[in-house]
T-cell receptor, first 113, second 114 residues
Framework: AQSVTQLDSQVPVFEEAPVELRCNYS??????LFWYVQYPNQGLQLLLK??????LVKGINGFEAEFNKSQTSFHLRKPSVHISDTAEYFC???????????FGGGTRVLVKP | KAGVTQTPRYLIKTRGQQVTLSCSPI?????VSWYQQTPGQGLQFLFE???????NKGNFPGRFSGRQFSNSRSEMNVSTLELGDSALYLC?????????????FGEGSRLTVL
């Protein structure tokens, strides 16, 4: 079975400052890794994914994440946040075969002016 | 290309009733998964259907059921509703000719049980 831990439940950050959201996972088999964002009263939107290849993954809206196999981590970063980045962010994993996502508990990002 | 469509978006039921939620996947996608999102438990996997067959199931009681039709549309049903079933139910589709391994989510059906 897989598990995902998002170490911060809330992250306040000032506009134009950098932000890092931490994600650690546990799995006995190889997994695919994802970051999703959820805006209020909406579904989940994919920010980026790691399937294989380069460990630095670039996504939409200026976000990027780095896969670290030895530390079983997949931290999300953005060098300069905007007010519009205020949302909840979810890290998720799934095995290659199948479509069952295991999610972390989420990190609420509040961008302050 | 239309996204994942879920209906209804909002609904209110009372304890003991049953509810049916509908999900239309992205055209060409054959896999449909359902998730429950609550403040206390977060996002939890309910089940996945592929080509009209349940391929995977989460740890939910038998009151939660689903099905998939030949056109890949899916429904989930919750019988004998309890207060704790109040949640946002999200549907996700994946697959198709260019399977990128990601799941595409709908905007959800928000169920309130009174």
């Amino acid at each position: 079975a897989q598990s995902v831990t998002q170490l911060d439940s809330q992250v306040p950050v000032f506009e134009e400052a950098p932000v890092e959201l931490r994600c650690n996972y546990s799995s006995s088999v190889s997994v695919y890794l994802f970051w999703y964002v959820q805006y209020p009263n909406q579904g989940l939107q994919l920010l980026l994914k790691y399937l294989s290849g380069s460990t630095l993954v670039k996504g939409i809206n200026g976000f990027e994440a780095e896969f670290n196999k030895s530390q079983t981590s997949f931290h999300l970063r953005k060098p300069s946040v905007h007010i519009s980045d205020t949302a909840e962010y979810f890290c998720a994993v799934k095995v290659a075969a199948g479509n069952k996502l295991t999610f972390g508990g989420g990190t609420r990002v509040l961008v302050k002016p | 290309k239309a996204g994942v469509t879920q209906t209804p978006r909002y609904l209110i039921k009372t304890r003991g009733q049953q509810v049916t939620l509908s999900c239309s996947p992205i055209s060409g996608h054959r896999s449909v998964s359902w998730y429950q999102q609550t403040p206390g438990q977060g996002l939890q996997f309910l089940f996945e259907y592929f080509s009209e067959t349940q391929r995977n199931k989460g740890n939910f009681p038998g009151r939660f059921s689903g099905r998939q039709f030949s056109n890949s549309r899916s429904e989930m049903n919750v019988s004998t509703l309890e207060l704790g079933d109040s949640a946002l139910y999200l549907c996700a589709s994946s697959g198709g000719q260019t399977n990128t391994g990601e799941l595409f989510f709908g905007e959800g059906s928000r169920l309130t049980v009174l």
